[in-house]
């Protein structure tokens, strides 16, 4: 007796137990029939001693093998791999019809119809059922073989309940990911290193039809949903990513005037070589944080400013009220002390002028309070043109005098939601101011233009006179009691109660001045 | 100082220099005193003084906040006229402004030799001019 080389289909490289299937019917028809004697031995011997032979190693196979007859189903033959599957013994099992321990019949009855018309069925997936009930994924390949007459099956299993159970749960988890993934309200779009898209989320694909009016289609090349004008920008923003490098940044999108805000993040995807195999490109809209985030800053300037107001205030108050006071009580001093009416007269003279100049800087003060006080007030709808025309009105004698040509090229249509008290201070000193400032080398002309951008207007008040050294008076061009010009009228406290005026109601003043040349003042109102 | 020198008052405050040459007349000082509404007119006057090799003052008392030319200003201006340490000229700050920043910038001059906040005592006033 000898084993004769192995089978000619079946290689022996392949471990028939993991790969199953095809691999496994034709390891279990070599080890069956392979098995061959002398041409001279006795028949009868032969069969007797194969039979058992086969029998006995069969039994030991660790491959789950079945033998069945094909006429009932009945089993009459197993390997000790089926022992292990069931959890039985074969004496248990033999006898048996093979459709007995399986779970799911309806699946086996399919089985049995493809094997009655292939006569061979290859990795058909079943559930067995073991001796304590528990269901056992298999994999079923079946082949019909003849012996001694009679067709049987060589039902060979292949347990994949591991396999299963690790494939629950990678579905479980890539289930899970995927909710994440399409419920998350951040859009994701996964791109090879060609920059083409593989894969992408629900918030990515709304993001584009909302923001580029184009669908994401897988394969499609990442700059293909830009403008040409941004493909450069878009090129040295993916060069680092591609390098393994992650980059972020917040941009805003503009949409029918809105501003748009997204957090964008480009991740690096890395093989298992640590090699850049894509990147990941995450998108957030962030407009309402964002928003939140410009009126907190908003805030925070107006507090910071109306701080510093505040203590420059306080500062002004006490300065100019010591001032006042040191002087009253140095003059009531000396009138204690004084004898001679005459002198006293005189010391008198200075105390009124005192009293006159600190009830003056009182009503100065009273004044920057009240427009402290005033930011509430109701906003009206006011005409810029027809706000700048009154004061051209009220200051005509000085305009005459001076000879002064002032220009109003501020379009009708531009109005302005303001405190109409302080439009009207304003236009009044900057205007005054441009009359008394006039150069007395040439003819005075004084330009009023405006621009209505998006969220602004801008004024400006233009003129061709004497103009500020602004190296020198720049920091304090808008302080109390700050003169430029040695003109003995001014008082310095028009600018300043206009620079309140202007800051108390959120808007901001530029000024661009050159001695000899003129002066231009830009009021940006918000 | 010696009593043929000049005191220079530099501030904006026409009442205060009325008072303080009252203040001095009333403490039996005679020096002359030259007074200037801004930093200005007393660099112009010094200049001036300077160029026709005359006696600077003995004493400078100067403001701060004063309109076209601030104390500051006037200090810094004042040093390229006195060059070379033409005379060197004691200069006190006499100032309403009680503001921590003003005390501060003035430790950065040390021409200033004090900062005196108005009103000035009287005895004050007296010890610096008859140092």
Known sequence: ?526 | MKENEKICIIDDDEIYIFLMKKSLSAMGINNEVISFLNGADALEELIQIKSDQGELPGIILLDINMPIMDGWEFLTEFRKVNTNNYKKIPIYIVSSSIANEDFEKSKTYPEILDYLSKPVELETLESILRD
């Open chain 1, 1 to 526: 007796m000898k084993f004769l080389p192995i089978h000619k289909e079946y290689d022996s490289d392949i471990d028939p137990v993991q790969t199953g299937g095809d691999q496994l019917l034709k390891f279990a028809k070599h080890f069956a029939l392979g098995l061959e004697f002398p041409k001279n031995s006795d028949a009868a011997f032969i069969q007797n001693e194969k039979t058992e032979l086969f029998e006995n190693i069969f039994n030991f196979l660790p491959v789950p093998l079945i033998i069945t007859r094909k006429s009932t189903g009945t089993i009459i033959l197993i390997s000790a791999g089926v022992e292990t599957i069931l959890q039985t013994k074969k004496a248990e099992l033999i006898g048996k019809n093979f459709s007995e321990i399986i779970e799911n019949k309806e699946v086996f009855d399919q089985i049995s119809s493809q094997l009655e018309s292939h006569g061979k069925i290859i990795n058909n997936e079943i559930r067995i059922q073991n001796i304590y009930g528990e269901s056992i994924s298999c994999l079923i390949s079946i082949e019909t073989i003849i012996a001694n007459g009679e067709s049987l099956y060589l039902n060979a299993l292949t347990n994949i309940s591991e396999r299963k159970i690790l494939e629950v749960a990678i579905q479980n988890s890539e289930d899970n990911l995927r909710t994440v993934f399409e419920n998350t309200e951040v859009g994701y779009i996964l791109f090879n290193q060609f920059q083409n898209i593989i894969s992408f989320n629900k918030p990515a694909s709304i993001f584009a039809i909302k923001e580029f009016n184009k669908e994401i289609n897988v394969g499609t090349n990442f700059s293909t949903y830009f403008p040409e004008i941004m493909r450069d920008y878009l090129t040295n923003i993916i060069a680092p990513v591609l390098n393994g490098e992650t980059t972020s940044f917040e941009r805003f999108i503009l949409h029918n005037s809105e501003h748009h805000w997204y957090y964008v993040k480009f991740s690096p995807v890395f093989n298992k070589d640590q090699l850049v195999a894509g990147f990941i490109m995450s998108m957030e809209n962030i407009t309402e944080r964002k928003k939140n985030e410009i009126e907190l800053n908003k805030s925070l300037n107006l507090v910071t400013e109306q701080n510093k107001r505040l203590l420059n205030f306080s500062y002004i108050v006490s300065h100019n009220l010591r001032s006042h006071a040191s002087n009253m009580i140095s003059i009531l001093n000396f009138l204690e002390k004084e004898k001679s009416e005459t002198e006293k007269a005189g010391l008198m003279i200075h105390l009124k002028k005192v009293s006159q100049l600190l009830n003056e800087t009182l009503f100065n003060l009273n004044e920057v309070v009240s427009i402290q006080k005033n930011l509430n007030t109701t906003l009206e709808k006011l005409n810029i043109f027809e706000y700048i025309n009154q004061a051209i009105a009220i200051l005509h004698k000085e305009i005459a005098a001076k000879k002064v040509v002032v220009n109003n090229n501020v379009p009708l249509d531009i109005d302005l939601n303001y405190n109409p008290a302080y439009l009207e201070s304003i236009l009044l000193n900057f205007l005054s101011n441009a009359i008394k400032y006039a150069s007395p080398n040439r003819l005075p002309i004084i330009n009023f233009t405006s621009v209505k951008n998006n969220n602004t207007i801008e004024l400006t008040i233009s003129d061709n006179g004497m103009g500020i050294d602004m190296n020198k008076y720049h920091d304090r061009l808008f302080g109390m009691y700050k003169t430029f010009h040695g003109n003995k009228d001014a008082k310095g406290i028009g600018l300043f109660i206009t620079k309140n005026q202007i800051d108390a109601m959120g808007s901001k003043i530029e000024v661009i001045s050159e001695i000899n040349v003129g002066t231009s003042f830009k009021i940006t109102f918000v």
